[in-house]
């Protein structure tokens, strides 16, 4: 294999529930009396981790939010997403399978603004848990995406887990969004953008665009990391 290890994001590309946190995030701040739309939300803050949104909001509309207002309402959105949750899977069709797949060969790792427990929840009832070698979640690293802090972190702990001299150059992160995509290029990563979340013309700077994971091959990757 070319292809030394996979980092992939979480939220819109192993889990669909971006629109889960987009109604938890809606839900949180309704309660205080703040309105956030569809549009907003996937053109401004959907790259963020829940910290991060909140201050953006706070920054773009001048509410002036503190600390402990920001981490109250990542509680209290916290509390509602994992009510939607319990309602049922929110693992994309394929996902499962491919991530199988690609742990049976190399590495895998994750990289997300995503709440550790969250992920470890959905990893579980997908019965994907233990499969990651490493799982980078929200708060994890002192800048989120699209700091490449994230990536790089992931694939610092990857290359000290396996014992391996990795290359950044050979190893592929899998992101949704222009945001995730940034930070993984500016880690050294080989860029796969999923169409889950946006279109192909918005998911620069991927060198590689396709459907989701069921649309996608290990030999793919391990002949994108070659050229």
Known sequence: MNL???IFDFDGVIADSEPLHLRAFQHALADNG???TRDEYFARYLGYDDVGVFQAISRDRGLGMSERQV???VTLKGIKLQQMMEAGDVVFPGAVEFI????AVVPVA???GALRHEIDEILEGAGLAGLFSTIVASGDTPESKPSPAPYRLAFERLRDTTGTALDASRCV?????RWGLESAHGAGLRCVGVTN????????P???VTGGLHALTIEMLDDLVMK
């Open 4 to 6: 030394q290890a996979i």
């Open 34 to 36: 703040i309105a956030l």
């Open 71 to 73: 981490a109250a309402l």
């Open 100 to 103: 199988r797949a690609a742990a």
């Open 110 to 112: 994750i990289a997300s």
């Open 173 to 177: 992160a899998i992101e949704d969004s």
């Open 197 to 204: 979340s946006y279109a192909a013309d918005e998911l620069a």
């Open 206 to 208: 991927a060198e590689l």
